[in-house]
């Protein structure tokens, strides 16, 4: 039977930087690593929006990346 086991996490977070010449959003964006497995959808957005205060760009975007392995 395959098993998941989880390894790490990190957080993308994506500021908006003006607009491009088409309309789209100019993105930047910034990795946090070592987020904790058990941190909840809300903690991240909380500490997310924390460090949005702390820059001059607008926050666009919160994207929670796990990486976990699969074995049998």
Request: glycine content about 2%.
């Amino acid at each position: 039977m395959a098993q998941a086991i989880w390894n790490e996490a990190s957080m993308k977070l994506l500021f908006m930087n003006g607009m491009k010449e088409n309309g789209e959003p100019n993105l930047v964006s910034k990795t946090l690593n070592d987020v904790k497995e058990t941190a909840t959808p809300e903690q991240v957005l909380t500490v997310a929006d924390a460090l949005s205060s702390i820059v001059s760009y607008t926050l666009y975007s919160v994207i929670r990346n796990d990486s976990v392995e699969i074995n049998q």
